[in-house]
């Protein structure tokens, strides 16, 4: 398809309303920007995202059927609170998925896709020093997905996005113990081995990187974090 159309007009957005939302709440949840435990509305997130209520409704049906959002009895959702058992098995399944897809990611990187990289790295290493942890959630995500989205399977991406759906908002719980100083979390942070690991090619290393970030990030939150009783 040509650049440039015969009129010189824009093709215009194909994606429907309801999966753009949908996607935005799906990018909330595993940026961390909802807490464990929070209530949300159709009608106040259709506010925020200026639309009706029913496209709001389509995504919380679908993100319940993911496991991501747990309804109410007055028709809202909840973000749900996991218990600690719960949280080590998703944190397994985590190291398992992302370490592969990073190591695929890391034979298949060229040099763009390296700058991209770099550059969410570094955007991640300044959230923390700035000390602000919706940022430095935002980032994390971006960082890590603008690895695994070059593993070459889909599939493999869809899974981790809903595992991420549903540990994304305890992921929160990384600031606690940080209060004082969030760059101290970067003790636990081992993204620039990660870029360097890439920058190396080399994927074995790349994919060691990743899981001790997701390990030891993982074992703060249990250290620092309040669980239900066990169970599900």
Known sequence: MADRTQFGLSAIDSVPLHEKVYLELVRALMSGQFTPGQKLTSRKLAKELGTSDMPVRSAFM???????LSPMPNGSVEVPV????RFSQLTAVRTILEGSATELATKR???????????HSSELTL????????????????????IYRHCGNEQMIFLIETVWMQVGPFLRNLAMGFEDDLSSILDIDYHE??????????????????????????????RQARFPGAGR
Do not use: C, M, P, T
Request: hydrophobic fraction near 50%; charge should be positive.
């Open 62 to 68: 679908r993100l319940q059927a993911l496991r991501a």
């Open 127 to 146: 959230a923390a020093r700035e000390g602000d942890i919706d940022d430095y959630l935002r980032k994390n995500y971006a960082f890590k997905f603008s």
């Open 193 to 222: 081995e990660v870029v360097a690991a890439i920058e190396a090619q080399d994927a074995a290393r790349a994919r060691a990187a990743i899981v001790r970030d997701i390990d030891e990030g993982a074992a703060h939150i249990l």
């Open 109 to 119: 990187i060229n040099g763009n896709n390296l700058r991209a990289i770099r550059r």
């Open 82 to 85: 996991i218990s600690a058992d």
